[in-house]
């Protein structure tokens, strides 16, 4: 959780920016977030994800690291596993 780029709490992955400025940012939306804004944006067109935010819902711990179309199949045999496990 962070403070860091919009000043109100959020969830998002931690990089250099969230580590640097989460213990600094104030409970001051939306200055922070408007104050953050350029530099979020130079962060986002330079590719730095350090800069970025990166925000992560409840189920981001659920991510997996493996290529796209691997990603598609495995959640199709899933889907198909769990609708013939049902009673629909």
Request: avoid cysteine; aromatic fraction near 10%; proline fraction near 7%.
């Amino acid at each position: 959780m962070t403070r860091a780029f919009t000043g109100r709490p959020a969830r998002g992955l931690a990089n250099r920016f969230m580590n640097e400025y989460r213990a600094l940012a104030p409970a001051a939306y939306p200055h922070v977030h408007h104050m953050t804004k350029p530099l979020r944006a130079a962060a986002a067109k330079a590719g730095d994800p350090e800069g970025m935010s990166l925000w992560a819902g409840k189920g981001y711990r659920m991510a997996r690291e493996l290529p796209a179309a691997e990603l598609v199949e495995e959640l199709k045999r899933e889907l198909e596993e769990a609708w013939q496990s049902s009673a629909w």
